[in-house]
């Protein structure tokens, strides 16, 4: 009982720090799954984004997720970022660490082949970059959503939203929210797209509806290539884009004992 109790308190103290998450590499809209138990997936990757104030890019960022408890997942990003704004100077640095700590609360298997779980994925933003080279926020966000997820056979849908509590000058909480459908093509390709919207993050800002199509390619069991791209239906984006390897790892299962002929 330990361990649950734990988690839950951990989970507590996070969502009582008063964050736009990277969302689910490599798309924006995120699932309530979390990393297996004792098991790690570790990315290097690169978002790449052209507005009409400027592009921006991480390049890289280290993403870390952890499995430390059953049905309880730890999550960092650590991101270099590069911003150029529209009519100004480029500037290269480490942006905002991200922090979060998702949890699965319900998971049910209506057969081999159907399976529904909820879950939520509160995360923090530390402001550790230089806002005044646009490097990033200048204070700390918070973001807190629910995820839903449906498993059917080689499809699966997940989606949800939340609000993030963004504090600052001109700063402006708001919401997200998206919905993603994805299949598995075969064993070493997986296909989706996602449609998402978001309301505006600052006093005068605008909010945007978008669109990312991508997928992962399993080079084997342990690495992963992850893509996607897309642009906003109505908004600032121009064109977006995301790139990234992903190494998982952790215990070898154990193999069931021979049975005696």
């Keep these: 009982m330990r361990r649950p109790v734990f988690a839950l308190a951990l989970f507590c103290l996070v969502a009582m720090i008063p964050v736009p998450a990277l969302g689910g590499p490599p798309f924006r809209t995120d699932d309530p799954e979390p990393v297996e138990f004792k098991h790690w997936e570790v990315y290097i990757a690169s978002i790449y984004q052209d507005d009409k104030d400027g592009i921006a890019a991480t390049a890289p960022h280290l993403e870390v997720n952890y499995g430390i408890f059953p049905e309880f997942q730890l999550h960092f990003i650590f991101p270099l970022e590069y911003v150029k704004p529209e009519g100004s100077h480029s500037h290269y640095g480490y942006s905002d660490t991200e922090i979060g700590l998702k949890f699965r609360f319900f998971d049910k298997k209506d057969s081999e082949e ?101 997928g992962t390619i399993n080079l084997s069991e342990n690495h992963h290539i992850l893509l996607s791209a897309g642009r906003d239906i109505d908004g600032p984006n121009r064109f977006s884009s995301y790139i990234g390897y992903q190494f998982t790892f952790g215990p070898e299962k154990e193999k069931e004992p021979r049975k005696p002929h």
Excluded: C
Excluded at 165 to 184: A, C, M, S, T, Y
């Design 114 to 214: 159907s399976e529904w779980m909820v879950g939520t994925f509160p995360i923090l933003q530390i402001p550790t970059g230089s806002e005044s080279k646009g490097l990033g926020n200048g204070d700390l966000q918070f973001f807190i959503p629910v995820w839903l997820q449906r498993n059917m056979g080689p499809w699966t849908t997940y989606g949800g939203g939340g609000y993030t509590i963004n504090p600052g000058d001109n700063h402006k909480d708001f919401w997200f929210v998206g919905w993603l459908v994805q299949r598995e093509i075969n064993k070493n390709f997986t296909l989706g797209a996602e449609i998402f919207h978001e309301t505006a993050r600052e006093h005068g800002g605008d909010s945007n509806t978008g669109f990312n199509v991508g």
